[in-house]
């Protein structure tokens, strides 16, 4: 079918290759993933009320500038808490990653995640033994990682509240 349309050079078994492997999955999440953020980054740009933007226009600002000035800053919230979302849910892609390729995480390991690395620990796989413990240590760390991140972030947005305050 590709031949048909002239990019027969992109046949070849994506998943199958080391070099390849992550790179497809990641636009396969991103692929599957990216609905709700537009959802909230429409509806944080068609909350901005007409009167900011007749006034910025008012004062000679339209395009890109109004753009970049205007509607940027006021859905900058809304792309915060989208950023966090899609952070704590890229920790979540074990399953996307375990139904193609597997508990081995694809060809040598080459889609390897926090995630399925802890389920092979903790569950064991194939002639390997689980260890509970080792596998609760890997959450721990995927938890404190992730509390890390978020946390980092509220406190730069929280600093940047308070400077706006009166």
Not at 29 to 42: D, K, T
Not at 52 to 78: C, N, R
Not at 131 to 153: C, E, H, K, Q, R
Request: charged share 10%; proline share 4%; hydrophobic share 55%.
């Amino acid at each position: 079918m590709l031949d048909a349309v002239g990019l027969k050079a992109l046949f070849q078994p994506w998943l199958g290759k080391e070099a390849y492997a992550l790179t497809t999955l990641a636009l396969v999440s991103v692929w599957q993933f990216v609905g709700i953020p537009m959802m909230l980054i429409y509806a944080a740009m068609i909350s901005i009320p007409n009167e900011v933007i007749e006034a910025a226009e008012m004062d000679g600002i339209t395009g890109w500038s109004q753009f970049w000035k205007v509607k940027l800053p006021l859905i900058l919230p809304a792309i915060g808490i989208i950023s966090v979302l899609t952070f704590v849910g890229n920790f979540n892609a074990f399953d996307l990653i375990y139904v193609s390729q597997g508990a081995l995480a694809g060809p040598n390991f080459a889609t390897d995640i926090l995630g399925t690395f802890m389920f092979r620990t903790f569950f064991g796989f194939q002639l390997q033994l689980g260890d509970p413990n080792m596998g609760a240590t890997i959450a721990s760390v995927m938890f404190l990682i992730i509390l890390i991140g978020v946390s980092g972030y509220l406190f730069v947005v929280h600093r940047r509240l308070r400077r706006y305050q009166f």
